[in-house]
């Protein structure tokens, strides 16, 4: 099939495409395309089009997502940078008790289900690439890098079962190993045995977690490193070793919960930084914040409840005069 200019064009936005999910289903796909343009101004000042926005139902998330097409690498690392450390969502866009998810978008290979081929571009996989060096913007309140040159199972266990800890207990976010704290791509070499291990040991950290830990509450992504000076590939010297940065998403845990490590201690996090293991008093005091804050919820509910009962009791007693008036006036035409 002969590429047109017409294909090179599509391949180029999906290219520079962003992914967005924990989008709210419960609204119509048009609904949520157009909050989603609205998110996109009031956050990076790009102008966009609900055309531009895709959006189509996630069965393994059990909400929307969307694919947010933009022309050049300059808008998607604006948009990337930007949407992280936007504070002020649409109403209505995220689904209950959920966090935006931003994330670079990346087109599925085909797989197979059922004895047919398909294709889901729902989440990332590896024709998204990095480029050695590529910048990603600075660490937020809900994304950490940490440089990691040579694949240390035994201390990304350790940095894992910290930074997940402190994003459940706080408004989640995304963990990146290899990539420095200046925001520069670097990449660790991995083999895909040694990527398997990845998995394996975060998975195995994370279910120990206390409460337990949904399966959807977190993904993992491997991305391959480019690296421009070491050929047309990003292989390293070894012939099965290759570039990759290690991402871990995750989301916000329970309301007014707090989760605890494997073995028993609590982070949080703040301001872009992690706070713990938090003394039993920090974590008393935490305690009494959150209830003092679902007391005071509960006391404007209330006050609001009482206001709208006044309110009520007003109409019907205005109603009530008004009606009253009307048969007197009717009372004395007769006479």
């Keep these: 099939m002969p590429v047109t200019q017409e294909t090179m064009a599509q391949t ?41 926005v895709k959006v189509r139902f996630s069965h393994p998330s059990d ?47 085909h797989r197979r289900k059922g004895g047919k081929v398909f294709v889901e571009d729902e989440q990332p996989n590896h024709e998204f690439f990095f480029e050695k060096g590529q910048h990603l913007g600075s660490e937020t309140r809900i994304l950490e890098f940490k440089e990691m040159s040579n694949l240390n199972i035994q201390y990304l266990r350790q940095i894992v079962a910290r930074y997940v800890c402190a994003f459940l207990n706080s408004s989640g976010g995304a963990l990146m190993f290899g990539v420095d704290d200046k925001g520069n791509v670097q990449g660790t070499p991995m083999s895909h045995k040694q990527e398997d291990d990845v998995r394996l040991a975060i998975d195995q950290i994370i279910k120990k977690f206390d409460p337990p830990v949904l399966p959807q509450m977190y993904n993992i992504s491997f991305i391959p490193v480019h690296d421009p000076t070491n050929g047309a590939n990003n292989r390293t010297s070894g012939d099965e070793n290759v570039l990759k940065v290690i991402k871990l998403n995750i989301d916000s845990g329970r309301a007014n919960t707090l989760y605890a490590t494997p073995v028993g201690d609590v982070f949080i996090r703040r301001d872009g930084s992690v706070q713990g293991p938090l003394k039993p008093r920090e974590i008393q005091e935490w305690c009494n914040m959150n209830f003092d804050n679902k007391e005071k919820a509960y006391q404007d509910e209330i006050a609001q409840l009482q206001h709208q009962l006044r309110q009520a009791e007003y109409d019907r007693q205005t109603r009530s005069d008004l009606s009253l008036k009307k048969t007197k006036s009717a009372v004395c035409n007769i006479l």
């Design 12 to 52: 180029s936005l999906c290219r520079h495409a962003i992914f967005l999910g924990n989008l709210n289903n419960d609204l119509p796909k048009l609904q949520i395309a157009s909050l989603i343009v609205q998110l996109t101004r009031q956050c990076t000042g790009l102008n966009l089009d609900t055309r531009d």
């Design 63 to 109: 909400c929307f997502t969307a694919t947010v097409k933009l022309q050049t690498p300059a808008e998607q690392q604006k948009a990337l940078a930007d949407l992280a450390k936007c504070q002020q969502v649409p109403d209505g866009l995220i689904k209950m008790g959920r966090t935006l998810r931003v994330d670079m978008f990346q087109k599925n290979p």
